[in-house]
């Protein structure tokens, strides 16, 4: 069965702090996404990743950074963490190769919040 | 701009009554389309998709959803509601690169 694995379901940071969260898909997956979810206004697209070390924004990128050293390890970076920054954040990948790289799996979430 | 609506934000039915969500977009071209679902402290699960072909398309858990391109429309619907259909429902679209691009989501409860 396929998997998306993220490091924390919850967590609590405080203003300033860098905050780290892991994604790993165990799919074998090239393509990789990180996306935030509030309340009535589905899912944003912050950044995603088609390769190891290569990277493109997405829709809302202010604020964060990501890192892809591993096939499988994706990893969202808020530099300095802000209350605004409170929010789901939700991992997806897919593998390359139209139609079926559109269609994502999902983590579970972390639902992170910002103190 | 384009953009996937769903006009619902929140739909209550009865278990065992039928269910219908909306979904229109407003891209220039047929996109690909998604259903998701969220389960309570879940992640996004695929249930249906559509490329091309029939228009109505069978999904997991007894979805389905019917393309309309007059009406650039991809509506999901459920014969018959069970209390574990209770979940968030969200429409993707793909317009013309690998980029989902989402709804706002629609929340149902299952009253008893």
């Known amino acids: 069965d396929v998997k998306v694995t993220q490091s924390s379901r919850y967590l609590v940071k405080r203003t300033g702090e860098k905050v780290f969260l892991e994604c790993v898909q165990d799919?074998?997956?090239?393509?990789m996404f990180w996306y935030r979810q509030d309340p009535g206004l589905g899912l944003r697209l912050i950044y995603f990743s088609y390769d190891v070390k290569m990277k493109e924004k997405g829709d809302i990128p202010e604020g964060y950074s990501v890192s892809r050293e591993k096939k499988e390890r994706f990893s969202l970076i808020l530099e300095s963490a802000s209350t605004n920054q409170t929010s789901m954040y939700l991992c997806?990948?897919?593998?390359?190769?139209?139609?079926?790289?559109?269609?994502?799996?999902f983590g579970p979430g972390t639902r992170l919040t910002v103190t | 701009a384009q953009s996937v609506t769903q006009p619902d934000i929140h739909i209550t039915v009865s278990e065992g009554a039928s269910l219908e969500l909306r979904c229109n977009y407003s891209y220039g071209a047929t996109p690909y389309l998604f259903w998701y679902v969220q389960s309570p402290g879940q992640g996004l699960q695929l249930l249906l998709k559509?490329?091309?072909?029939?228009?109505l398309v069978q999904g997991i858990k007894g979805f389905e959803a019917e393309f309309k391109r007059s009406q650039s429309s991809f509506n999901l619907r459920k014969p018959s509601v069970h209390w574990s259909d209770a979940a968030e429902y969200f429409c993707?679209?793909?317009?013309?690169?690998?980029?989902?691009?989402f709804g706002a989501g629609t929340t149902v409860t299952v009253r008893a």
């Open positions: 559509y490329f091309s072909g029939d228009t």
């Open positions: 799919m074998d997956h090239e393509n």
């Open positions: 997806a990948s897919s593998p390359i190769g139209a139609p079926n790289s559109y269609e994502q799996y």
């Open positions: 993707a679209v793909v317009p013309n690169d690998y980029k989902l691009s």
